[in-house]
C-alpha cells in the first residue's frame, strides 16, 4: 500500500488504524505477534501477505477479519467475499486496490465447547509457516455456540456478559493470549487458555453469566509491589522522625526556663 493511497492520507498499511481499523499485517509487529506468524527481524517486523491466508475462510470467520484488502490482478479474487470498495493505485494504469467484505466474521467475543482450547489445529497445505495464521480453523469453526456474548470494551479490560448455563463453555475471544491476562467472576477466579497458540479463552464454569478480563503485565505488578513498599517505607520514616521531635523539644525545655 505504500505511495499507492497517499492522496486520501494512508501511506502505510498502519495508517489504518486511524480509520478505526485493526489491520493484522503492518511494520508495528514485534516479538509479541510471533505466535500469530514468525518474525523476520527481532525487535520490529511485519506479517506477509499470504494468499493462503486469504482463502481460509474458517480462519477468517473465527478470528473476526471482516475486511480484506488486495490489488487486482494479484491473485484469483477470493471465494465469496464480497467486494465494497474499490480505490485506484498511483501512479496511473496500475491497476486498483479491492476491498473485499466478509459478512461471516465473527464477533469479537464468542462461546464455544468446553474442550474447543484442547482442539488440534493442523497446519494449511502450502502455507509458509507453522504458526497462527496457517492453521486450519474448521476444528474451531463447529464448536461455536448460538448465545450471544455482550462485550464491554476498555484499555486492558474486558467485560463479558453471557446468558448463565447448566454446563461449562468456553468464551473464545481474539485477543492476542498472554500469561498476564487474568479473569474472575462474581464468583471467583476463573482459567484462561490458549487457543491454536495465540488467542484468548477462559473456561466459564456452570451458572456464571458474568466474567472480567484484565491484562495486568507481571513488571507491572512487580513494579506496583515496590512502590506501594516504597511509600509505606516513607511513611514510617516520617512517622519515627514525628515522634522523636516532641521528646528532643520536651528535654530542652528544663534549660529553656533556667
Known amino acids: 500500500m505504500r505511495g499507492g493511497l497517499s492522496r486520501d492520507g494512508l501511506h502505510f498499511s498502519t495508517d489504518l488504524v486511524f480509520l478505526g481499523l485493526n489491520p493484522i499485517n503492518g511494520w508495528f509487529k514485534n516479538v509479541s505477534l510471533e505466535p500469530l506468524a514468525p518474525a523476520s527481524l527481532i525487535m520490529e517486523s511485519f506479517i506477509l501477505g499470504d494468499w493462503n491466508a486469504v482463502q481460509n475462510r474458517p480462519m477468517l470467520n473465527v478470528l473476526g477479519i471482516n475486511l480484506v484488502v488486495t490489488r487486482m490482478g494479484d491473485e484469483p479474487l477470493p471465494g465469496g467475499l464480497g467486494i465494497v470498495e474499490r480505490y485506484p493505485v498511483r501512479p496511473p494504469g496500475r491497476g486498483e486496490f479491492l476491498i473485499f467484505a466478509n459478512p461471516d466474521a465473527w464477533p469479537l467475543a464468542v462461546l464455544m465447547e468446553a474442550d474447543a482450547h484442547a482442539a488440534r489445529l493442523p497446519v494449511r497445505q502450502g502455507c509458509r509457516h507453522t504458526a497462527a495464521l496457517c492453521a486450519e480453523y474448521e476444528a474451531l469453526h463447529q ?17 463479558a456478559r453471557l446468558p448463565p448455563a447448566n454446563r461449562e463453555r468456553l468464551l473464545f475471544l481474539s485477543v492476542l493470549y498472554r500469561p498476564d491476562w487474568q479473569a474472575v467472576s462474581p464468583s471467583g477466579p476463573l482459567q484462561t487458555h490458549a487457543v491454536a497458540g495465540a488467542f484468548l479463552s477462559v473456561s466459564i464454569p456452570a451458572g456464571v453469566g458474568e466474567v472480567t478480563l484484565q491484562y495486568t503485565p507481571r513488571v507491572f505488578r512487580a513494579l506496583t509491589w515496590l512502590s506501594n513498599l516504597t511509600f509505606i517505607g516513607l511513611v514510617g520514616i516520617c512517622c519515627l522522625l514525628w515522634r522523636r521531635q516532641p521528646q528532643s523539644a520536651t528535654e530542652d525545655s528544663p534549660h529553656e526556663r533556667r
Open 143 to 159: 464448536k461455536r455456540l448460538p448465545d450471544t456474548v455482550t462485550l464491554v470494551v476498555e484499555p486492558g479490560r474486558y467485560v
